[in-house]
C-alpha cells in the first residue's frame, strides 16, 4: 500500500477515534449555578434574580457544532413568582456574550416548585421543582430537556447543608435515548456573622442512571462560595469554581444577586 494512502488512513482513524472520544461529552450550561434551598417565595412576592457566569478556562474546542465555553459570559435573568405558601413558579432566559460571537440569546426555562408545609413538621426543608425548556442546538445539542428535583436541606446551628439530587431527561437531542441522567448538587455553609457565610458548593453530571460515565467523561464541579446575608429582601452569592475532570470547564467565576419584591398591601420581608 503507498504511503501516501497508509498516512491517509491513520489520519482516518485518528480523526474516527477522537470523535468516539468526544461523543459522551456535552455541552456544559453555566448558566444558573445553584443550590436550591427548600423554602418557596411567599405568596404576591416577586424574587428577580441575575446569575452572572463567566468560564475564564474552559472548552476550547467545538463539540460538534456546540460554540466552546471558554471566555463565554453568561447573564441570566431568573423570575420567580410566589402561588400560594407551598409553591411559587420560576421562568428564566438565558444569555451568552463571547467574542466572535456577540451577544445572544440561548433558551428559556419554566420551573414550577412546590414545598411540604409547615404544618407537616418534617426535621428537614422539602420540596420538589420540575422543569423545562429549550436551549439553541449551538450551545446545546440536547434542545430540549426537563429536570426533576428534589430538594433537602437543614439548619443546625451555624451550620446549613441542602442537597439536590436532580435527575435530567432529553426530549429532543442526540441523548434523547439515553433515559434519566443523575446530575447531583449540594451545599455546605457556615455563619461566620449574622451577615456573612462561607462554604462549599458541588455540581456533577454523573450519566445515564444505571450506566454513569467513566469519571473522565462525567462533568464535576466544586466551588468555594460566600452568601452576604444583607437584608432577607436581597439574595448575594458570589463563588469560584474548579472542574477537576476533563469533561469540565476547568474555571468557573459566578454571582448571583437577587432582590424580592413585596405585590401585597402588607410587607411580609423587611
Known amino acids: 500500500m503507498p504511503k501516501s494512502i497508509t498516512r491517509q488512513c491513520v489520519k482516518m482513524l485518528m480523526l474516527a477515534f477522537a470523535l468516539c472520544a468526544a461523543h459522551p461529552a456535552k455541552a456544559q450550561g453555566n448558566y444558573e449555578i445553584q443550590v436550591y434551598g427548600a423554602d418557596t417565595v411567599p405568596p404576591k412576592n416577586l424574587m428577580v434574580e441575575l446569575h452572572s457566569n463567566f468560564t475564564p478556562e474552559g472548552q476550547k474546542n467545538y463539540i460538534g457544532k456546540v460554540i466552546p465555553t471558554n471566555h463565554q459570559e453568561h447573564e441570566t435573568l431568573e423570575l420567580t413568582e410566589g402561588i400560594n405558601s407551598w409553591s411559587e413558579i420560576g421562568f428564566y432566559i438565558f444569555t451568552s456574550e463571547q467574542d466572535g460571537h456577540g451577544i445572544q440569546w440561548v433558551g428559556d426555562h419554566i420551573r414550577p416548585r412546590v414545598r411540604a408545609p409547615d404544618s407537616w413538621h418534617l426535621p428537614v426543608g422539602l420540596s420538589l421543582s420540575t422543569e423545562v425548556g429549550y436551549q439553541r442546538a449551538i450551545y446545546s445539542p440536547d434542545t430540549w430537556t426537563w429536570e426533576i428535583r428534589p430538594i433537602i436541606d437543614k439548619t443546625i446551628g451555624r451550620w446549613y447543608f441542602a442537597i439536590n439530587p436532580a435527575l435530567e431527561r432529553t426530549w429532543h437531542g442526540p441523548d434523547v435515548n439515553q433515559g434519566l441522567g443523575f446530575s447531583p448538587g449540594a451545599k455546605i455553609s457556615y455563619d461566620f456573622t449574622r451577615k ?27 466551588f468555594a462560595v460566600t452568601d452576604l446575608n444583607v437584608s432577607p429582601k436581597w439574595e448575594i452569592n458570589l463563588g469560584i469554581g474548579v472542574g477537576p475532570t476533563s469533561a469540565t470547564d476547568h474555571l468557573i467565576v459566578k454571582g448571583i444577586l437577587g432582590r424580592r419584591f413585596d405585590w401585597g398591601r402588607h410587607s411580609t420581608v423587611e
Open 196 to 222: 456573612v457565610s462561607g462554604g462549599l458548593e458541588y455540581y456533577a453530571d454523573y450519566g445515564r442512571l444505571g450506566g454513569f460515565d467513566t469519571l473522565h467523561n462525567q462533568q464535576q464541579q466544586i
